[in-house]
């Protein structure tokens, strides 16, 4: 018997990083740690424990050939402690700090 993978669906590739990031969950609040287990141009896989991560948020992640991004990210889909997020564009100062 011969078990058929679903198809993958992304749009780029994605590279498996396992690197700590931060979440911005509301403005005004400090960033809360994550692990950012993939990544693509498209999206990110995230493992999140200790808060819920609201629909749309601010990842901060910098590291070795990844300079420092800030980016917005909306909620695709969600299993126990495992998000993934789909990159909607690059974050600016007010979805950091609530001011312009």
């Known amino acids: 018997m011969t078990l058929l993978r679903p198809r993958d669906r992304r749009q780029s590739p994605r590279r498996v990083i396992n ?5 911005v969950v509301a403005n005004g609040t400090l ?4 692990m950012v287990t ?11 424990e200790g808060f819920d991560v ?3 948020f601010v990842l901060l992640l910098s590291g ?3 300079g420092a991004k800030e ?20 974050a600016q100062r007010t979805d950091l700090t609530g001011r312009e």
């Open 19 to 23: 690197r700590m990031a931060k979440i």
């Open 71 to 90: 980016r917005v990210y909306k909620v695709a889909w969600r299993l126990g402690y495992e998000i993934g997020a789909k990159f909607v564009r690059l």
């Open 54 to 56: 609201p629909d749309d």
């Open 38 to 48: 993939d990544i693509s141009d498209g999206g990110v896989r995230l493992h999140v």
């Open 31 to 34: 960033p809360r740690d994550c």
């Open 64 to 66: 070795e050939g990844l």
